[in-house]
């Protein structure tokens, strides 16, 4: 079943209102100079779905040095880069992933690769 989602810039406004204004792995502002990028948790290339409950905003660094890395990889390697990366955005990001799949069903291969991630970074 396909989920009716909001097209690419509606759900960045949505992001940004949801998550505030900054990237998620650098805490820069995304709302003015530097522009927001879509930043896919689970990746694209895993199956992760083009959907609000996939998707935080990144600047346009973080988003092409983190490529395909995992989030769980990645939030570490911020941490060793003293970047302020926002692991709290991303377990609840994950978190409601992890439903909307539950909810909406099919996207296979996005939730074996979800559960691995959900076991290493989220706060249940
Ligand atoms: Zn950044």
């Given at each position: 079943m396909?989920?009716?989602?909001?097209?690419?810039?509606?759900?960045?406004?949505l992001?940004?209102?949801?998550?505030?204004?900054?990237?998620?792995?650098?805490?820069?502002?995304?709302?003015?100079?530097?522009?927001?990028?879509?930043?896919h948790?689970?990746?694209?290339?895993?199956?992760?779905?083009?959907?609000?409950e996939?998707?935080?905003?990144a600047?346009r660094?973080?988003?092409?040095?983190?490529?395909?890395?995992?989030?769980?990889?990645?939030?570490?390697?911020?941490?060793?880069?003293?970047?302020p990366?926002?692991?709290?955005?991303?377990?609840?990001?994950l978190?409601?992933?992890?439903?909307?799949?539950?909810?909406?069903?099919?996207?296979?291969?996005?939730?074996?690769?979800?559960?691995?991630?959900?076991?290493?970074?989220?706060?249940?």
């Open positions: 396909q989920s009716q989602q909001p097209g690419r810039a509606e759900r960045m406004r992001i940004l209102t949801r998550d505030g204004p900054t990237c998620a792995w650098c805490g820069l502002d995304v709302s003015g100079r530097v522009p927001a990028t879509t930043d948790l689970v990746p694209r290339v895993k199956g992760g779905p083009s959907w609000l996939n998707e935080v905003a600047c660094r973080c988003n092409r040095l983190r490529g395909h890395t995992s989030p769980a990889d990645w939030l570490a390697e911020c941490l060793r880069r003293g970047w990366a926002d692991a709290e955005r991303v377990s609840r990001v978190l409601a992933l992890e439903s909307a799949i539950a909810e909406r069903g099919g996207q296979r291969r996005a939730r074996a690769y979800l559960d691995a991630q959900l076991r290493r970074v989220a706060k249940r």
